[in-house]
């Protein structure tokens, strides 16, 4: 009798490898069309007050969620922990039932580094010391010199 076929979505290849813009990075290994459904940021979920935060350090990898939970990749997380800020990026985040993606937004080369709009926001209210606490090296021409969101 002939197997059942299960139509499974093949993962996106990707590799995570230092990065010019910061630490380590994820790039692309094959062209990824625009509109792929590259990688789920995965972690633990937890309330803001249970998340590891350290107010005076802007390297994070806390992910907040629309019903206040925040995604704790250091536990059971995956290779979305790395991905790093661009202020024009290739990628971008979306939020659907509690999860979040990455998806492309353009189509991406083989070994272009991954990137998504952080946007990130801050309970104080946004100073010029703070947009240097969270400088962004991403080196686009249109780089807004911070990874908060300012609009
Ligand atoms: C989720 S981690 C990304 C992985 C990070 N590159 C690493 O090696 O740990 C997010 C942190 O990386 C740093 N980062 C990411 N993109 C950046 C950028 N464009 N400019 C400066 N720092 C960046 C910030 O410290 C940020 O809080
Ligand atoms: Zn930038």
């Known amino acids: ?3 059942k076929s299960k139509s499974r979505k093949r993962a996106v290849r990707i590799k995570v490898r230092k990065s010019d813009v910061h630490g ?3 790039y692309a290994m094959e062209l990824i069309p625009k509109g792929t459904r590259i990688i789920e940021y995965m972690g633990q979920r937890v ?5 590891p935060n350290d107010e005076n350090d802007p390297h994070t990898f806390n992910f907040g969620l629309d019903n206040g939970e925040v995604i704790n990749p250091e536990i059971g997380g995956n290779d ?3 991905i790093n800020h661009s202020c024009d990026p290739n990628c971008e985040a979306n939020e659907e039932d509690d999860r979040i993606f990455i998806d492309a937004i353009r189509d ?3 070994g272009e580094e991954l990137f ?12 010029e ?9 991403c080196g686009s021409p249109n780089c807004r010199g ?5 609009s």
């Open 1 to 3: 009798m002939p197997k």
């Open 24 to 26: 380590h990075g994820v």
């Open 47 to 51: 309330s803001w007050e249970a998340a």
């Open 80 to 82: 979305a922990r790395w």
């Open 108 to 110: 991406i080369e083989p």
């Open 116 to 127: 998504y709009d952080y946007a990130l926001e801050i309970d104080e209210p946004i100073t």
């Open 129 to 137: 010391e703070s947009k240097k606490k969270f400088a962004c090296y």
């Open 146 to 150: 911070t990874m908060l969101d300012i």
